[in-house]
């Protein structure tokens, strides 16, 4: 029989909030807009029409993650995204959610024709 793997509590936590990370839609949005390019700060909050307080707190909590990078030129700040793979976790989790969708889309279909 194989054993179960022992996971320390704080590897736990530390998974667990790397995962709360992409809980908030605004840190999506922004992780979004950053997927091509670095961003000033400005940039984002025109384009997702909030606050620069409310675009810099997330901007912050990703930046200390270390998903983001940060440089300053001016009086401008520029992020850009440091941590590549939060794209391919992403990319999966919404493949999944789009077969989810297209089964339930297909259970539908069959209970209208009957």
């Known amino acids: 029989m194989k054993q179960a793997l022992t996971v320390p509590p704080e590897v ?8 709360s990370l992409l809980s ?3 840190r999506l949005r922004l992780l979004h807009l950053l997927q091509d390019d670095e961003k000033c700060v400005q940039e ?3 384009a997702t029409q909030t606050s620069q307080a409310n675009v810099s707190k997330h901007l912050k909590v990703m930046w200390q993650a270390g998903i983001l990078s940060r ?3 001016g009086t401008c700040a520029y992020y850009r995204v ?3 793979m939060i794209f391919d976790l992403c990319n999966r989790v919404c493949n999944r959610l789009a077969m ?5 889309a297909r259970s539908f279909r ?5």
């Not at 989810?100 to 339930?104: A, D, P």
């Open 12 to 19: 736990v936590q530390q998974v667990a909030e790397y995962f």
């Open 24 to 26: 908030e839609p605004m």
């Open 44 to 46: 984002l909050v025109d």
């Open 71 to 73: 440089r300053s030129e």
């Open 82 to 84: 440091e941590d590549e």
């Open 100 to 104: 989810r969708l297209e089964e339930q």
């Open 110 to 114: 069959v209970l209208n024709k009957n």
